[in-house]
């Protein structure tokens, strides 16, 4: 499902005093987490209630794995690379960040994946983030999706709850509920930004263009400061028509006018400070009417849908099998069928210096496919997808994160009356976003070349990733599950040399991290370089196990690198000495699971490393809460017990 492009707002040139630049107060009772890593080994959960199964995010659903092609590939061939970007031949993409790969949360869950309230944070949901940061520098992270087209910042709700959710007012076939929330969920943000570097992307309210709400932004700006990237003005405009936001009749052009009144009306709110100084790249009117007030060109993609089986009552047509698409996510031509459309609009980015991003996207809309959504698959998919997104000149892509209803989800925490004996269940394509992360490198250099390896063979892409001009790293993936001992490749690597006008330059040897399962259709047993996140209900968000990265002797008097890549799996390949020496992940910074009530999965934290944690004292500042027995910022209290 496509999904028109969506313009953001630029959040770059902001001046701030020290009132925008404090977020957390007096969080009292909080000790320093003690970082033990979980040993829990991949295995299936021993939960097995009919109900649970009942929900997608733990379906039951186990597929076959396709049959091996017939012809099969070669599985034993060569791969010429340069060892100079310069040289590479189609060109390699736009300079890339390691932390391309981000996540978009549905509004209407934050308080299941992130957290409760600016207290109560979810320890996995740290954890898992301190992953993607480690290897990334930071992680990008959009609340939002058609529930932040209704949503709107009120001053408290009853119970001193931080969301309201009304699905009794929902007016659309999607049946997405209308919110109202308060100040705390963006204090719960600010505070995991100041235990992980977490920045935000958030949503401007767009249901009612004649009364805008833009509460958020200022808010936001007020309590996020320079950790808010960006808001979004329109959340899938192309389909308002079908979700019965607008009438018949709305268009292009009638978006074109309602951003226009955005624009006026942020440009006129004195609450809501900043310069538009960052131009946009639509090949629309949007480029000379409100190029000053444009950041970022985004575009919402789904390689398919399973809609007719998540609203079966709606027309929306025959539902699929699972089993009949899985094939369809075993393929280098999937990634590149995606792009594809978006090939004529991506030189926009490069023109105007501006981000062109994947701003919503998993493996197909309405919760994905049982099955393979939720299979090894999915990782596989999720890494060639990314670097094809990242060789084409995206600047990046966030997978979305819905409830426990969808299975695509990369992480999702247990059901409410499980969360005492239960911990998280994380998604094969989470795997992804750290593959992807520890192949394009810190150094926020690296291009990206597709090799159409193998005669440009579907079944076993790969990629060169360079760093600073020169090679750094390629990525190997095989989509073939073994059988009967076949699927399995051996890729015979040369760096310059031959006829390609460079000199040898392959190393003497090189460093591999495999992500590997038993098949494409694996569900638990998954790991990359050896370690795991766990099974379904097993993880705490930290990777477990002992780490291992294999060192592969080259033949340089012949100018080879043997690399076997098994069926199925990718192989990481660091080639140069720059790249192995930074091999291993600096130390992941990891939460313990001290917990008010229960004894997984919530933030024990030091009061005086959240107080100051974004350089500044609050002690100027006084704000209102909506935290229980507090009537300001400065009596804000943590329902945390100490760990």
């Known amino acids: 499902m496509f999904t028109s492009s969506l313009v953001l707002l630029p959040l770059a040139a902001f001046l701030f005093d020290v009132a925008a630049s404090v977020t957390v107060y007096g969080q009292q009772g909080m000790t320093i987490p003690s970082g033990v890593a979980s040993t829990a080994a991949a295995t299936e959960t021993t939960t097995t209630s009919d109900w649970i199964s009942d929900l997608a995010a733990y379906n039951n659903v186990s597929l076959t794995a396709p049959t091996l092609p017939n012809p099969m590939p070669n599985t034993a061939f060569t791969i010429q690379v340069m060892s100079n970007a310069q040289n590479a031949q189609p060109a390699v993409s736009v300079q890339q960040s390691a932390n391309f790969f981000g996540f978009s949360i549905e509004m209407s869950v934050v308080e299941q994946v992130i957290g409760k309230n600016s207290s109560f944070i979810q320890v996995p949901f740290l954890n898992l983030l301190a992953t993607v940061v480690d290897r990334a520098g930071s992680v990008r992270i959009r609340v939002g999706g058609n529930t932040q087209e209704t949503a709107t910042l009120v001053d408290s709700l009853p119970n001193y709850a931080m969301i309201a959710k009304d699905k009794q007012l929902s007016s659309n076939p999607t049946e997405t509920p209308t919110l109202d929330f308060t100040a705390e969920m963006l204090y719960l943000l600010a505070n995991v930004s100041s235990l992980v570097n977490a920045k935000w992307y958030l949503g401007i309210p767009f249901n009612d263009t004649s009364n805008l709400r833009l509460q958020i932004a200022e808010a936001a700006d007020a309590i996020l400061g320079n950790n808010v990237l960006a808001y979004q003005v329109g959340n899938e405009p192309d389909l308002y028509v079908s979700h019965q936001h607008r009438n018949s009749s709305y268009n292009q052009q009638n978006y074109f006018n309602e951003f226009g009144i955005v624009i006026d009306a942020l440009n006129s709110d004195s609450k809501y400070s900043g310069t538009w100084t960052l131009e946009s790249v639509f090949d629309t009117g949007f480029l ?32 699929k099998n699972p089993q009949d698409v899985l094939a369809n996510y075993l393929t280098h031509g999937s990634g590149q069928n995606i792009v594809q459309e978006f090939l004529t609009s991506l030189p926009l980015g490069q023109q105007y210096d501006k981000q062109f991003m994947m701003f919503e996207t998993n493996t197909a809309s309405c919760g994905g496919f049982p099955g393979v ?35 695509y989800n990369p992480f999702t925490p247990p059901p409410t009356n499980l969360s005492a004996v239960d911990q998280w269940t994380v998604g094969p394509i989470m795997y992804s976003t750290l593959v992807v992360a520890e192949a394009l490198g810190p150094s926020n250099t690296s291009q990206v070349l597709d090799l159409f390896a193998n005669n440009a063979d579907g079944n076993t892409p790969a990629y060169a990733i360079y760093e600073s001009g020169q090679l750094a790293r390629m990525v190997l993936i095989n989509f073939m599950s073994e059988q009967n001992g076949q699927g399995a490749y051996t890729a015979t690597i040369s760096v310059g040399g031959g006829d390609t006008g460079e000199a040898n330059g392959t190393p003497a040897s090189v460093k591999v991290k495999y992500l590997q399962a038993p098949s494409v259709t694996e569900k638990n047993n998954i790991t990359w370089a050896n370690q795991t996140f766990g099974a379904r209900f097993q993880g705490d968000g930290r990777l477990s196990g002992s780490e291992v990265i294999q060192t592969i002797t080259c033949d340089q008097s012949a100018n080879t690198c043997v690399i076997p890549v098994p069926a199925p799996g990718v192989a990481l390949v660091f080639v140069s000495s720059a790249a192995q020496g930074a091999v291993d992940p600096t130390h992941t910074e990891t939460y313990s699971t001290t917990a008010v009530t229960k004894t997984k999965n919530t933030v024990t934290i030091d009061p005086s490393v959240l107080a100051t944690s974004n350089g500044n004292s609050g002690k100027d500042r006084k704000l209102s809460s909506t935290s229980q027995g507090s009537s300001d910022a400065h009596g804000r209290t943590a329902g945390v017990a100490p760990g």
């Open 373 to 407: 959504s939720d299979s090894f698959t999915a990782a596989l998919w999720g890494v060639d997808y990314g670097l094809q997104m990242a060789y084409s000149n995206f600047t990046g892509a966030l997978l979305h994160i819905g409830g426990q209803d969808v299975s």
């Open 288 to 319: 000379d009417t409100y190029k000053d007030a444009l950041s970022i060109i985004s575009v919402e993609k789904y390689p398919d849908n399973n809609c007719a089986a998540a609203f079966p009552d709606a027309g929306l047509g025959d539902i």
